[in-house]
Nanobody
């Protein structure tokens, strides 16, 4: 069992940057692979990024590749999402998720635990 709390959302102008953080409870954070998803108003939940337990392997959704970077700090039980060159289409609620299996996964059903989300709004 792991509890996830996201932070760092807010309002930013197009072209700007934001850094999202996800704090995880428990002493077994290193046993979870982590992911970020987002959900825009009226749309389904979209895969954003994934990072393995070790942090050595990452995967990104096509719409954010080259602009977003996922990283983890297992010593502090935290995973982050650095978002650069933000666009209005990046406006969404961003969710942190965890799963026990270490393989890459872009589908939400493979993730067992979810945070409540943090809202990001990008103005044009």
């Amino acid at each position: 069992q792991v509890q996830l709390v996201e932070s760092g959302g807010g309002l930013v102008q197009a072209g700007g940057s934001l850094r999202l953080s996800c704090s995880a409870s428990g002493r077994t954070f290193c046993t979870y692979a982590m992911g970020w998803f987002r959900q825009a108003p009226g749309k389904g939940r979209e895969f954003v990024a994934h990072i393995t337990r070790s942090g050595n392997d990452t995967l990104y959704g096509d719409s954010v590749k080259g602009r977003f970077t996922i990283s983890r700090d297992s010593g502090n039980n935290m995973v982050s999402l650095q978002m650069n060159s933000l666009e209005p289409d990046d406006t969404a609620v961003y969710y942190c998720a965890a799963k026990g299996q270490d393989y890459r996964a872009t589908r939400r059903e493979y993730y067992n635990w979810w945070g409540r989300g943090t809202a990001v709004t990008v103005s044009s």
